[in-house]
């Protein structure tokens, strides 16, 4: 079960880092085809994205404090709360990573544009 669970979670760090990778792709793709230049639409896509990511940290957060209230053992409550409060860093260091990359890429494309 514990080899089960750790690929699950490599395989989700691995799907994170190739959509980096891919919207990194995408960024380079646009400005070298002339795209981005409308800022207006840049900063709708930043927003949006900001959006995005918050709304993926509360989610993160709400099943942290959910499985935290349910357990009634004090034990298996505090091991629980190291447990969501591991998920939620993680999750917050990987979209706030994967956030600043794309708010990079956009700045990069807007300055080039200009």
């Known amino acids: ?19 980096g990778d891919a919207v990194k792709q ?4 646009n400005r070298t085809a002339g795209a981005g230049d409308d800022t207006a639409d840049d900063d709708d896509d930043r927003n949006a994205l900001r959006d995005a990511i918050d ?24 091991q629980t709360k190291e447990v969501a409060h591991s998920l939620n860093a993680a999750l917050s260091a990987t979209v706030d990573q994967i ?6 890429l956009i700045k990069k ?3 080039s544009g200009d």
């Open 1 to 19: 079960m514990a080899d089960e669970m750790k690929h699950a979670w490599s395989e989700v760090g691995g799907r994170f880092s190739a959509l």
């Open 55 to 78: 709304k993926l940290k509360a989610a993160a957060k709400e099943f942290g404090d959910t499985a935290t209230g349910v357990v009634k053992d004090t034990e298996v409550r505090a």
């Open 26 to 29: 995408r960024a380079k793709a």
């Open 109 to 111: 494309a807007k300055r």
């Open 99 to 104: 956030g600043g990359e794309v708010e990079s």
